[in-house]
C-alpha cells in the first residue's frame, strides 16, 4: 500500500500547478499547498475527496472530520464547511486528489450492486488496496493522455464501484437513488441555494423533499451536520464574501442582497464566520489574491 500512496504522490506532484489543478482526467482535480491555511469555509460540492500526504480538519455543521495520509470522504450534498490544512510544507506538501462524483454512473451500478450498510456519515476512512491500486492506474495516464478517453470512463466505474463497495458506500446509493434519502434532501438544499436570500418555509421544504416534518429535519442534519436555517445562513455568508470581492462597497447592500434585514447583524454573524468584519476580510482577501481559492481542496 505504501509504493501505490508514494507512486500517486509523485504522479501528482509532477502535475498539479499551483493550489488547484484540474487534470486532463474529467472531474479529477489535484490539491497541492506548501504551506499550512487558515481555516477557509467553501461550500463543498458533491465529491469525494482522498488526501495522500499531509493533513487537513474540515468542520461540518457540529462535526470535524479529520484527513490524514490515505484517507478520503465523501461528500454527497452539497454542503457549507471550513477546512484548514494542518500538515503542509516545502519537504512534505500537502497532496490531495478531489474526484467529482457522476450521479447517473453510480446509479447504473445499483442494479447489480448489493446494499451497503449505513453508518455514520461523518468520518473519513481508510483506502484499501483495491481502491487504491485503481486509483494509481488512473493517474498512471496523466503521463499517457492519448490513453484517457478510452480508459479513464472504465477505471471511474471501477473506482465508483470500489467506493460502493466501503463504508461510505451507503450514501452514495441514497445519492444516486431518485427516492434515496439523500436524494430527497438534495432538492431542499438546492432550493435553499438558488433562494437563500428569501424566507424559508420548513413545511414546504419538507412537502419537496417528500417527508413528515419530524423526517426531514433528521434527515437534514444527518445529511449536513447542521439544521435548514443554519445551511441557510452559511450559504448567505458565503455568497455575501463572493459578492463583497466581487464588487467592492457597502456591507449593508451586501447584507440586504442576501437577504438580512439587519446590517449590524449580518456583520456580527460576518466576522464570526470568517474572522474579520465584511470589508476588512474581502480587502485581505484580494490583497493576498485568495479570492479565487474558496472551493473543495
Sequence with gaps: MEDALQELIAIAGRHAHGRRTKTAIPRVTIGRSEVPTPPLPELCQPTVLFVLQGAKTVLIGDRTLRYGAGSYFVYAVETPATSQLIEAS??????????????????????????????????????????????????????????????????EREIAFRLLQGPQGAKLRQLARADGRLSQIRRATAWIRSHYNEPIDVTELAALAHMSNASFHRHFKAATAMSPIQYQKQVRLLEARHLLIAEPGSAA?????????????????????????????????????????????
Design 253 to 297: 447592500r451586501v447584507a440586504f442582497a442576501v437577504g438580512y434585514e439587519s446590517a449590524s447583524q449580518f456583520s456580527r454573524e460576518y466576522a464570526r464566520h470568517f474572522g474579520l468584519p465584511p470589508a476588512r476580510d474581502a480587502a485581505r482577501l484580494l490583497a493576498r489574491g485568495e479570492a479565487a481559492t474558496l472551493e473543495i481542496d
Design 90 to 155: 516545502s519537504a512534505r506538501p500537502y497532496m490531495a486528489i478531489a474526484f467529482a462524483l457522476d450521479v447517473e454512473l453510480i446509479a447504473s451500478l445499483l442494479i447489480d450492486h448489493k446494499p451497503a450498510v449505513d453508518g455514520d456519515s461523518f468520518v473519513t476512512n481508510r483506502l484499501d488496496d483495491e481502491l487504491l491500486d485503481a486509483w494509481r492506474r488512473m493517474l498512471r495516464l496523466l503521463d499517457r493522455p492519448s490513453e484517457i478517453p478510452v480508459l479513464a470512463p472504465m477505471l
